[in-house]
C-alpha cells in the first residue's frame, strides 16, 4: 500500500507557472504507474497526465505542451510541471498511484487505488 500527499498548488495568474509534487510512502514507488487527475467544481475528475514505471509519459489534449509530468523514484516522488496557465486550468489537482507493468501508463479514474488528498490550483484572467 501507498500513500500519497500532494503540494505546490496556490494562485497564479493566466499565462504564469506552478509544479506540483506529489511524495509517495513506502519502498515499492517504482513499481506503481503515477498520473495526475483534476475535478473542476461540477464536473467530473478528468484525467491529466500520467507516467509509466518506466518514464512513458501520455497526456490529455487539453494539456499537451503546457504540462510536463515527471518521476524520481529516488525521491518517491511525482511532479507536475505546469505551463502558460488558462483560468481554465483551474481546478483541485490529484495524484494517483498504482501497480503496473514496467511500460503502462493508466488514463482511467477506475485504474487507480491509490489516492492523495488533492491541492488547489486556481489561474486567474
Known amino acids: 500500500q501507498v500513500q500519497l500527499v500532494e503540494s505546490g498548488g496556490g494562485l497564479v495568474q493566466a499565462g504564469g507557472s506552478l509544479r506540483l509534487s506529489c511524495a509517495a510512502s513506502?519502498?515499492?514507488?517504482?513499481?506503481?504507474?503515477m498520473g495526475w487527475f483534476r475535478q473542476a467544481p461540477g464536473k467530473e475528475r478528468e484525467f491529466v497526465a500520467g507516467?509509466?514505471?518506466?518514464?512513458?509519459?501520455t497526456y490529455s489534449n487539453s494539456v499537451r505542451g503546457r504540462f510536463t509530468i515527471s518521476r524520481d523514484n529516488a525521491k518517491n516522488t511525482v511532479y507536475l510541471q505546469m505551463n502558460s496557465l488558462k483560468p481554465e486550468d483551474t481546478a483541485v489537482y490529484y495524484c494517483?498511484?498504482?501497480?503496473?507493468?514496467?511500460?503502462?501508463?493508466?488514463?482511467?479514474?477506475?485504474?487507480?487505488?491509490?489516492w492523495g488528498q488533492g491541492t488547489q490550483v486556481t489561474v486567474s484572467s
Open positions: 494517483a498511484g498504482d501497480l503496473a507493468n514496467f511500460n503502462v501508463v493508466l488514463t482511467g479514474v477506475d485504474e487507480y487505488d491509490y
Open positions: 513506502g519502498r515499492t514507488f517504482s513499481t506503481y504507474a
Open positions: 507516467i509509466s514505471r518506466i518514464g512513458t509519459r
